[in-house]
């Protein structure tokens, strides 16, 4: 079963945070929230908690489109191959926020994504997620969870969310309610940004 852990985004307990980071160190999944919708998330370094989220997607982890969420662009850095000027400034610019950028991927990213050429990168505006990541070491990878209701495409109570997940995660962190609105993905690997899917960002690049 699922543990509830109430955090507040002023001023989050360290203790829950640390209580957070052992799970996700010990290959378990958590549900966050991010400056967008509830998110689905492990340790980047957790091949078998990767493979739990490629389960529960019902999707091949060599081919699935997961974010790679990070705490800043020089912790972003790590995973992308060589940027230039202009890609850089649209990160500057637009991070941390709403956005999922997709950028060229780089030799450190883990052995199951190593045949992506590509990696969607979030750091968001939230500090909750800011300060797992942060505690952790190094980015979490997500996914947004979907709800199957035709009408509302996301869960935003994390009480629902915890109901919903109870027996598929470790830990939810309810943070009050969410938003219904994903993040803006935008494609940096060309010459010009491409609008992959609108989002809660600006589409203004």
């Not at 699922?2 to 999944?29: M, R, T």
């Not at 400056?35 to 340790?43: E, N």
Request: charged share 25%; glycine share 6%.
């Amino acid at each position: 079963m699922a543990k509830l852990i109430k955090l507040y985004q002023d001023n989050p307990s360290q203790k829950h945070i640390q209580e957070i980071v052992k799970v996700l160190k010990d290959d378990g999944l958590i549900i966050y929230p991010t400056d967008t919708v509830y998110g689905l998330g492990c340790d980047i370094n957790s091949k078998k908690a990767l493979e739990k989220i490629a389960r529960i997607k019902q999707i091949k982890l060599e081919k699935a489109n997961l974010s790679f969420v990070c705490d800043s662009l020089s912790n972003l850095s790590e995973y992308v191959s060589q940027i230039n000027s202009n890609t850089f400034k649209i990160l500057k610019r637009n991070l941390p926020g709403p956005y999922t950028f997709i950028l060229p991927g780089n030799n450190n990213l883990p052995k199951v994504f190593k045949k992506k050429k590509t990696v969607g990168i979030r750091v968001p505006d939230h500090s909750i997620s800011l300060e797992i990541v942060k505690a952790l070491g190094n980015p979490i990878v997500s996914t947004s969870i979907k709800d199957d209701d035709d009408v509302i495409e996301y869960t935003t109570d994390p009480s629902l969310i915890l109901e919903k997940w109870d027996k598929l995660v470790d830990i939810v962190v309810d943070c009050g309610y969410g938003d219904n609105v994903p993040s803006t993905v935008i494609d940096l690997t060309a010459d010009e940004p491409l609008l992959v899917r609108e989002g809660k960002g600006s589409i203004e690049i």
